[in-house]
């Protein structure tokens, strides 16, 4: 076999996995955000809807596992209420593959979260508290939310974690 047959071979071959990948990419998009975008994901993730990552309005965070959690925070005086889509839920969405979370808040707050506290600790991401939906003024429209005892949350052991006014995590 001569060297020109050799290269084509490769080159059919390097065209059939682009080819493969391309499909494989459309296959994973995400659904577009109709809505105001209230939270991106970037980094470490398989399935994206734009360029800058995996954009979510409220619809599409609406579409993933959703949940109540009744509990306490240092930050709140009795039980709350809080609902939103588990965090665990949202990372399976868009195939995370990293081991850290970098949550960004509106205010330039940044903390990293360990990926294991998604599951481990049933972590969701709060758009409703007490049943309203949260204003930028109260702590929304995202805040992480680490479900607690009153004695766990007078420990603050994840108040650094619970992150409010969430508008973008980077997964790595």
Known sequence: MNNWSIHFKRLVAVAAAIMSFSMTATAEQLPLPAGEVILTISGAIGKTNTQAGAEFDLDLLKALEWEEVNTFT???????????????SLLDFVSASGTT????????????????HAENQGVILAVLHNGKAMTVRDKGPIWVIYPQSEDEAKLKKFDNEMIWQLISMEIR
Request: charged fraction near 15%; proline fraction near 6%; glycine fraction near 10%.
């Open 74 to 88: 240092s930050f709140t005086d009795g039980m709350q209420t809080f609902e939103g889509p588990r965090l665990s």
């Open 101 to 116: 979370i970098g949550a960004s808040a509106i205010n330039d707050y940044f903390v990293d979260i360990p990926v294991t």
